[in-house]
């Protein structure tokens, strides 16, 4: 099979994206109090499936799930356990998937239960600390156009989520994505050395924006299963997540963010 033109491949990587969003929103929408994280794994295997694509994060040495699954304090590569949703969770679903050998990954967070119930303290600064970080995600997104440099991506991420007093997770980032899950460049949460000195962004590339931040302190600890990336303060944590493409128009979202 021939290589597409970047055009080729952005419209290949478009309609894995599309589709990927409808799967995270219906898998948010599944994720009540008493499901358990297998029943969400299981459900985004028969969905990637039924799209006629395949998982991307399966591509990873040694990893077996469709989905990364976190909960509370977990931050990243949270793997599904028979553990069950209960109200008021800050739950993350992270997931990727392959179409025409080219892959797409988003990750959205929610708080599970209804959003009819009476808001206290707490629950008002859960829900500030997910809005500032669909907020950080956006303005990064916008950043993501020729002419601006990887370090304009992590000075829009650092400059909300720190503004709002939150820690940005230094150790991990988001990357590039196309042919494999993780390219070059990695793009960092926050600004690491002069913005001039970071990768370029030109027309064609396919990046994966990632907010991964913590309510609390950053400092990360991995647990048993050797998986799971957690705060070790337990402080609450949180990701969004998109794929984009540079385009000559700006940045074009490939993976709709959740309702």
Not at 35 to 53: D, N, P, S
Not at 184 to 201: C, D, N
Request: proline content about 5%; aromatic content about 6%.
């Amino acid at each position: 099979m021939s290589t597409p033109t970047p055009q080729g491949k952005i419209a290949i990587m478009e309609v894995g994206g599309e589709a990927l969003g409808k799967i995270l929103q219906e898998l948010l929408d599944f994720s009540r109090p008493g499901v358990t994280l297998f029943e969400i794994e299981a459900k985004a295997q028969q969905r990637i499936k039924e799209a006629g694509m395949k998982p991307s994060f399966s591509t990873v040495a040694d990893y077996q799930w469709a989905t990364c699954l976190c909960v509370n304090d977990v931050i990243v590569h949270g793997i599904p356990t028979s553990y069950a949703l209960r109200e008021g969770d800050v739950f993350t679903i992270d997931i990727g998937l392959i179409n025409q050998g080219y892959h797409s990954d988003t990750a959205w967070t929610k708080v599970v239960g209804s959003n009819q119930r009476t808001e206290n303290g707490k629950q008002k600064e859960i829900n500030r600390f997910l809005e500032t970080g669909k907020e950080a995600l956006a303005k990064a997104i916008e950043q993501a156009k020729i002419g601006n440099r990887v370090g304009h991506i992590s000075e829009a991420i650092q400059d909300v989520i720190e503004g709002s007093g939150y820690g940005i997770v230094k150790s991990l980032v988001g990357h590039g994505i196309g042919t494999t899950l993780h390219e070059a460049p990695q793009i960092p949460g926050y600004l690491k050395g002069a913005i001039e000195k970071t990768p370029a962004l030109t027309p064609g590339m396919t990046l994966a924006i990632e907010v991964i931040y913590t309510m609390g302190n950053p400092t990360v600890c991995y647990l048993e299963d050797e998986w799971s990336i957690a705060t070790r303060d337990h402080s609450l944590s949180a990701v969004f997540e998109q794929s984009i493409a540079v385009t000559q128009t700006g940045p074009r979202i490939l993976t709709p963010k959740p309702q």
